[in-house]
């Protein structure tokens, strides 16, 4: 009983310091809005269903580029763990393109691309799957040879081995570098969309960057808030119960 | 991947509507958009009315030549308002592929604002200031780069004796205020407001500079140059009828500015920039060599390349 | 301790795995390590032979050739007069490390090699595995992760795995390195036990000669560098037989005399 | 002789593939700039000097953001594990903190720091600190009691614990929580840099954003060529020895 | 087998541990778990004390209270008539897993304690760690890192490092439970040899009732849920032992049947 009341104390002090803050008035409101104002931007948005909307562009936009970027980590991983010549090249790229941070595509994604869904999803893309490249290459790399070797005594070969034994042996390794994945993914989106205006849809980002167009600190505030919850809600829905559920069954910490 | 509506050279038909995707500044510079939006907007389009029926003007609203440049070229944006510079930029780094200048839009109405506090006199004071621009590469930007450049400093991209800094317009103002700024060479209404609310002086007036113009991307006028003929004629219309009737014209403005910025600008305050811009359709080739020369004094471009393609849209037109 | 034993294995009715003249070197990056030299030997059918030697001296580079997972580079191994080209459903091996599967639970571990083996069905694999379980004293943990198991229980869990199958053969890789004293009782008796049920034949290599001694027909003393069988010890003692017994303590002191011997003495052949 | 002879066919290859592709004509030169233009850029570029100031800024913004972000990180990671009430209070508000990517600050940072240096380092330090705040917290929750107990029978304590136990024994979580939060200090880092104007010095991202204010897609790949080549060394001279370095030490794979 | 032997422990001449009505109770989140109930024993100066008894009967924690790591719930433990309140560095603890610091390599880890010993100099330290060190037989592997030592080197080096600042009081918790049998009976020998030299006061947990044997001038003999010492036998073989004699055997077994029959009847106080 005594923990959860310490951090209700603490919070409603939070907000308590930041209203007394705000409404003391050293501050102009464009530099620090009330909670109280953040907090009826957010029902006004969510209301008029605006964050609902821009939630769901910006949502839709990461999946399907956090998928692509899967579908293109997942098979070089294999390639560049399986074959030292892939390694040796297409493994160097994948090093390089993984330490460029994926804003810098965006310019070229742009003229590429236009002023389209295609070139968000690229930069996601490129945010995502170098990432899982290495993880899934490394996770490869890394499994105990016993495996394989206690497999094949039993009979495994070929196709069996690889889904019966790499996939699931390589699990606790992937799923980190595809969390970490999701990490730049999102980051880079976000980054895309509070500096490009696409035509095909205002995410959350766009509103971010609207409400700082219009000097409406407290639409910053409120949307910043919203990301986090969903930053949280992606993480705490998909990957700590993947985690958790590889950790208790593999009884790893990775 | 650009949108092809319909194959190359084929009519427009009613049975599929053509889309002119359309470019404009949220700018007074950019009057012709700010009016042909707005009439667009309450539904009597002036170019909708002069192109025929079928055709269909969408309106997308850039802040500056580089990006709205970046759009034409990638295949996003078909006809657009913008400076000469970021034009003539997109023609030559694509070879003279790819960019076509249709008519001349607007003259003047851009400027050197110093601050009124008289830390600047004269060229050489400029010295260790910070000037600001709006944007790299834009034209206010170039022009900005020669005159420093001319006055016997040496500028870089990223620095050099003057620091020229690409900064969006309010933050320009905002940091003018705060006399983080030394200098300012922006476009009305900017100009205005600098003199108005930051006691800022009007050192260089530009009254008769190009400032913004029309340009269309040349696939567009290769494979339609009836409706490029059409347009540019609606265009030479169009600035017969704000030159005409400038009340009107000012009250389609400040309609639009408002819609787009969702901010008001006051009638007096487009009252005092409205008398620094001419507008005009006409264009002038030598205009743009000196662009080509100022451009490649300031280091933006390398080669002088080819201008023979730029300015010929009677040639594609007819072609 | 004068001359290569090899030649004095008397083989039994019926040979099962036969080694003949093997030898494999280990090629790494600058050196070259020679593991076996030379070693023949057989195992009759049904036979239980424990390999004994010290550290790094080929054993379990031998059962991994008999299994199939390396290959000689002079001489051959055959089991049931055919050459080994490959592991081989017949010839299950159980690894110093449990080697269980994380991802899979117990049940699903000692399954895995079943889902291999043709014409069963799904019910007929799940019968067999519990029916193993149960033969390790394992059943109420069918559905247990591994990471969940002590030490022990995993050695057992690997156990009923490698006998699911039901192979003919059952190589042992130091299987019970790991364990303490108590367990490691318990799964001699229950080895023993399966062993005389089911009369498997079992290459067994360990370095505890204790426990080559409680289990083994036959002890074959190794020596290394590179490794070569050096003696052979028939075990008489009648079964069950307890580690602690007495004359269990004898001849594991034998052994273990004629082992220090090899070493301190490597190349008298 | 083989492997480097494959890797060196591979990228050669890969030049002149994109060489024939820029002149092949199918694509304008501002949309695919050909190879010898990007190199051309490069020489200039590193003649006139404008890289070398430019990768100074930008180093000494990445050096003095992340140092601040681990001064403000490390201690808080040690209170919230050592303390439950700051990990039920502080450990949220960070957790929150560090899924939302820290672009998103860079409007509130403009109108708090204006176009000026601390902007730029506000954003790095809240794209790094809470990482390291949250591997801190990690690293010192996991080390195994025994370390301490050990230590304490041999007379250790207070100080002599925390120096000479606790902070080598979490050091390789730190470690990796240290690289994961440059990694993200480098992405906001450079987002900031592409998207925002600042008064006090052009970095990298500058010189991205200016090459794609002219059309100069020589500049965009030439200076991302070089943001590629500064985040590899960073990995390569600072992160790789010292993972290294644990790892051997350790001998863990943390 | 029928009543408490507690009482019946015999103290030697000079007392140097007492523990004394001890119990003591865990308290998890929703479980009480009694450890130990109402122990009493003694061990004299310069005496080594075997503990045996099966897994959770609760040997570490007595040995943990001795150490000062925990404290009892009742009763009291006290060596050389003082009161222990804390760990000190005149009881050093061995831990069954080495416990070694990887982050030092293996003569830091020797110097850990010495470090803290006031009145050291730099050299001197060096000195005497390189003592321990050749003790163990390991002064080639001064620079060697922790994780390069096999399981019985770790053990000699955490051996090394509980000897080095030179303890009164050495407590030994199932340090060579992960070992192979070669490389214990090789720790045996040190062991025993370290503890005639110096004569330290030992007092060592295991489960192995053959090491206990071997080792102990006493085992005493746990019982669980909750601990409790059951019995007691004092060992009078003449030392070195050999952990493969025969009289060692015999002893080792009459302990096996106790410890079987406690845990059969695990109520018959
Ligand atoms: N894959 C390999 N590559 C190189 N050398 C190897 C390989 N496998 C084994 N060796 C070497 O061959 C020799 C015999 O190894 P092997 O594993 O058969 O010994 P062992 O008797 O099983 O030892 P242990 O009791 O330690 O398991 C050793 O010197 C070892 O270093
Ligand atoms: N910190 C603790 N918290 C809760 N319960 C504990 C704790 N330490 C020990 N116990 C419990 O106390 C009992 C005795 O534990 P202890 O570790 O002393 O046993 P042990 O005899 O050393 O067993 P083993 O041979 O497995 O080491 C066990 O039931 C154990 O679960
Ligand atoms: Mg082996
Ligand atoms: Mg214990």
């Known amino acids: 009983m005594k923990r959860p009341l310490i951090a209700a104390v603490f919070f409603a002090g939070l907000l308590a310091a930041w209203h007394l803050l705000a409404a003391s008035g050293r501050w102009s409101p464009v530099l620090l809005p009330a909670p109280l104002d953040v907090a009826s931007y957010l029902v006004r948005a969510a209301a008029d269903g605006s964050l609902a909307a821009a939630a769901l562009v910006t949502g839709r936009r990461l999946a399907v580029g956090y998928l692509l970027g899967i579908g293109l980590g997942l098979p070089l991983g294999c390639l560049t763990s399986r074959f030292r010549s892939c390694s040796d090249t297409l493994g160097v790229v994948a090093l390089g393109l993984q330490t460029l941070p994926s804003v810098c595509w965006v310019p070229l994604a742009l003229l590429w691309f236009g002023q389209t869904e295609g070139a968000m999803l690229f930069v996601v893309v490129m945010g995502t799957s170098w990432s899982i490249q290495i993880a899934t290459d490394d996770g490869l790399r890394s499994i105990p040879p016993i495996y394989q070797r206690a497999a094949r005594t039993m009979g495994s070969r070929g196709l069996h081995t690889v889904l019966h034994v790499l996939v699931p042996a390589s699990l606790p390794v992937v799923l980190s570098g595809m969390k970490q994945g999701w990490a730049f993914a999102w980051r880079s989106l976000m980054a895309a969309e509070i500096f490009v205006t696409i035509l095909s849809g205002s995410g959350l980002g766009h509103l971010l960057h609207y409400g700082r167009e219009l000097l409406a600190m407290d639409q910053v505030l409120g949307v910043m808030f919203v990301i986090v919850v969903v930053g949280l809600a992606a993480d705490k829905i998909v990957f700590s119960p993947a985690e958790r559920w590889v950790r208790r069954r593999w009884g790893t910490d990775a | ?319 | ?269």
């Open chain 3, 1 to 269: 301790m004068t001359e290569p034993v090899a030649a004095k294995i008397s083989a039994t009715d019926a040979v099962k795995i036969a080694v003949e003249h093997v030898s494999k070197t280990f090629r790494g990056g600058t050196r070259e390590v020679p593991a076996l030299s030379d070693v023949s030997l057989t195992v009759g059918d049904g036979e239980f032979v424990c390999l004994v030697g010290p550290s790094g001296c080929g054993k379990s580079t031998l059962l991994n050739l008999i299994a199939g997972l390396e290959f000689p580079d002079t001489g051959q191994v055959s089991v049931d007069g055919q050459r080994v080209t490959g592991p081989g459903r017949d010839r299950m091996v159980m690894f110093q490390e449990a080697a269980l599967f994380p991802w899979r639970n117990v049940i699903g571990n000692v399954l895995f090699g079943l889902e291999l083996k043709p014409n069963l069905d799904a019910a007929a694999r799940r019968e067999t595995a519990e029916f193993y379980l149960r033969m390790v004293g394992l059943e109420s943990f069918r559905d247990a992760f591994v990471h969940e198991l002590s030490g022990g229980m995993k050695q057992r869990v690997a156990l009923a795995r490698a006998l699911a199958p039901n192979p003919r053969v059952l190589l042992m890789d130091e299987p019970f390195g790991a364990l303490d004293a108590l367990t490691r009782e318990q799964l001699y008796q229950d080895l023993q036990r399966i062993w005389q049920e089911r009369r498997k034949t079992i290459v067994f290599v360990t370095h505890n000669v204790r426990e080559a001694v409680c289990l083994g027909d036959r002890v074959l003393v190794f020596s290394p560098h590179p490794g070569r069988v050096r003696e052979e010890f028939r075990i008489d003692l009648p079964r069950p037989r307890d580690l602690n017994g007495v004359d269990l303590a004898r001849r594991a002191g034998e052994i273990t005399q004629a082992l220090k011997a090899h070493l301190a003495n490597p190349d008298a052949a």
């Open chain 2, 1 to 319: 991947a650009p949108k092809d509506d319909a194959a190359p050279g084929a009519p427009a038909t009613a049975a599929a509507p053509v889309v002119i995707r359309f470019g404009h500044f949220p700018n007074v510079t950019h009057a012709h958009g700010l009016v042909a939006h707005s009439l667009t907007r309450e539904g009597r389009g002036w170019f909708e009315e002069r192109l025929g029926p079928g055709v269909k003007v969408e309106w997308f609203i850039y802040n500056a030549g580089p990006s709205a440049m970046e759009a034409l070229l990638s295949g996003s944006l078909d006809v657009t308002y913008v400076g000469p510079n970021p034009a003539l930029n997109a023609h030559l780094k694509s070879k003279g592929e790819d960019v076509r200048v249709l008519a001349g839009a607007t003259l003047g109405g851009a400027g050197l604002v110093v601050q009124g506090d008289g830390r600047i006199k004269e060229p050489r004071d400029f010295r260790g200031k910070k000037v600001a621009t709006p944007q790299l590469g834009n034209t206010q930007d170039v022009a900005c780069r020669a005159w420093l450049k001319d006055a016997g400093f040496e500028i870089t991209q990223t620095g050099g004796d003057v620091s020229v800094l690409a900064t969006q317009n309010p933050d320009q103002l905002a940091l003018f205020q705060k006399g983080d700024l030394d200098a300012v060479w922006t476009v009305e209404p900017w100009v205005s407001r600098l003199e108005r609310e930051a006691n800022g002086k009007l050192l260089v007036p530009e009254p008769d500079a190009m400032t913004t113009i029309l340009v269309a991307s040349a696939k567009f006028t290769k494979e339609r140059p009836e409706l490029a003929r059409k347009l540019t004629d609606a265009h030479r219309a169009l600035t017969e009828w704000i030159v005409a009737t400038p009340a009107d014209a000012k009250r389609l403005v400040r309609a639009e500015l408002l819609a787009e910025t969702r901010q008001e600008m006051s009638a007096d305050l487009l009252d005092h920039c409205w008398p620094r811009m001419t507008f005009t359709s006409a264009i002038r080739l030598e205009d743009f060599t000196a662009f080509v020369k100022k451009a490649q004094s300031v280091g933006y471009l390398r080669d002088a390349g080819e201008l023979s393609r730029l300015v010929a849209p009677g040639k594609d037109v007819a072609r």
